[in-house]
C-alpha cells in the first residue's frame, strides 16, 4: 500500500475502487449511473417549474428533493472520478472543507424535506378539507426554508469544528469524499465529545424525522385502509408506496452508518453503505416519482407537446 504520509496540508481520498479491472468495471457502472440521476433530477426540476398543474405543495417539495439530489451528487462524484482516472487523489484543506459543507447541508436538508413530504400527504389523505389552509404557499415555502436553514446551521457547526481540528498522522482518508467520521480518524486529540456531537445530529435530523415518517404514514394506512373508495385506496396506497420506498433508500443507509457504535465501524462497509445514499438514492428518486406517477407523466406530456415544432 502506498505511503501517505505527508506534511502538506492537503487530504488524500483513498477512493471507492480499487486499481484493477474489477475497479475499472465498477467505475464504468457509476458513470452511467451519475448521468442518469443528473438528468433524470434536472427534468423532474425542470417539468414541476414549467407546468402550471403541478405547482401544488405536494410537488413544489419534489422540486426541492430533485434540486438537493442534484447537487448532492456533483459534490462527491465528479472527485471520485477525477481521482480514479487520472491519479489526482490529493484535494485541498479548503476544498475538503467545502465538500463536507455542501454534504452535511444536503444530508441534513434532504432529511427534512422528506419528512416535510410525509406530513403533505398526512394532511392531504386523513384532513383533506383542512389540506389548503394547512399546506398553502406559505407553509410550504417556510418548509422549504426551514430545511435549507436548518441543513446549513447543522452542516457549518461540523464543518467547522473539522477544519479546526489538528491533524498529526497520515492524511489519507479512507473514502471517496471528506466524510467527518473518516477524517476524525486522523485527528491527534480525543474525539469522543465531537463523536457525541455527531450522534445527536444523528438523532435530530435523522431517528426523529424517520420516527415522524412512520407515524404519519402510519396513520395514512390506517384512514385509508377504512376508505370505501377503492380508486381512491388505490392512489392513497401507491402514493405512500412511493415515498415510503425514496425513504427507506435515504434513512436506513444514514442511520445504519451514523448511529452504530465506533468499534463496529469499518472503512470499507462505511464506503459501500455511502454509495446508497451518495450515488443510488438520487438516481432513483426521479425514476419511482415519475414512473409511478400518472400526474408527472400528463406533465410530460404536456410539455413534450408545448416543445414539439407545428408543422405549417
Not at 412511493?242 to 452504530?260: D, E, G, M, S, W
Not at 443510488?280 to 400518472?294: A, C, D, E, G, Q
Amino acid at each position: 500500500m502506498e505511503n501517505y504520509n505527508q506534511t502538506s496540508t492537503d487530504f488524500i481520498l483513498l477512493g471507492l475502487f480499487p486499481s484493477s479491472s474489477l475497479g475499472l468495471f465498477l467505475f464504468a457502472l457509476i458513470v452511467p449511473t451519475f448521468l442518469m440521476a443528473l438528468t433524470g433530477n434536472l427534468c423532474m426540476v425542470l417539468l414541476i417549474l414549467l407546468d402550471a398543474q403541478l405547482h401544488t405543495p405536494m410537488y413544489f417539495l419534489l422540486s426541492q428533493l430533485s434540486l438537493m439530489d442534484l447537487i448532492y451528487i456533483c459534490t462527491t462524484v465528479p472527485k471520485m472520478a477525477s481521482g480514479f482516472l487520472f491519479g489526482n487523489k490529493s484535494i485541498s484543506f479548503i476544498g475538503c472543507g467545502i465538500q463536507t459543507f455542501f454534504f452535511g447541508t444536503l444530508a441534513g436538508a434532504e432529511a427534512l424535506i422528506l419528512m416535510s413530504m410525509s406530513y403533505d400527504r398526512y394532511i392531504a389523505i386523513c384532513f383533506p378539507l383542512h389540506y389548503p389552509i394547512r399546506m398553502n404557499r406559505r407553509v410550504c415555502v417556510l418548509m422549504i426554508l426551514g430545511s435549507w436553514a436548518m441543513g446549513v446551521v447543522n452542516s457549518c457547526v461540523h464543518t467547522i469544528y473539522a477544519l479546526h481540528m489538528p491533524y498529526c498522522r497520515s492524511r489519507a482518508i479512507d473514502h471517496f469524499y471528506c466524510d467527518i467520521p473518516a477524517m476524525l480518524t486522523l485527528a491527534c486529540w480525543d474525539t469522543w465529545v465531537y463523536e457525541y456531537t455527531v450522534f445527536v445530529s444523528a438523532i435530530l435530523f435523522l431517528l426523529f424525522p424517520f420516527m415522524v415518517i412512520l407515524g404519519s404514514y402510519g396513520k395514512v394506512l390506517l384512514v385509508v385502509y377504512r376508505m370505501n373508495s377503492q380508486e381512491g385506496r388505490k392512489k392513497a396506497y401507491s402514493t405512500c408506496s412511493t415515498h415510503l420506498t425514496v425513504v427507506t433508500f435515504y434513512y436506513v443507509p444514514f442511520v445504519f452508518t451514523y448511529l452504530r457504535p465506533k468499534s463496529l465501524r469499518s472503512p470499507a462497509e462505511d464506503k459501500l453503505v455511502a454509495v446508497f445514499y451518495t450515488i443510488l438514492t438520487p438516481v432513483l428518486n426521479p425514476v419511482i416519482y415519475s414512473l409511478r406517477n400518472k400526474e408527472v407523466l400528463g406533465a410530460l406530456r404536456r410539455v413534450a407537446g408545448r416543445c414539439r415544432p407545428t408543422t405549417v
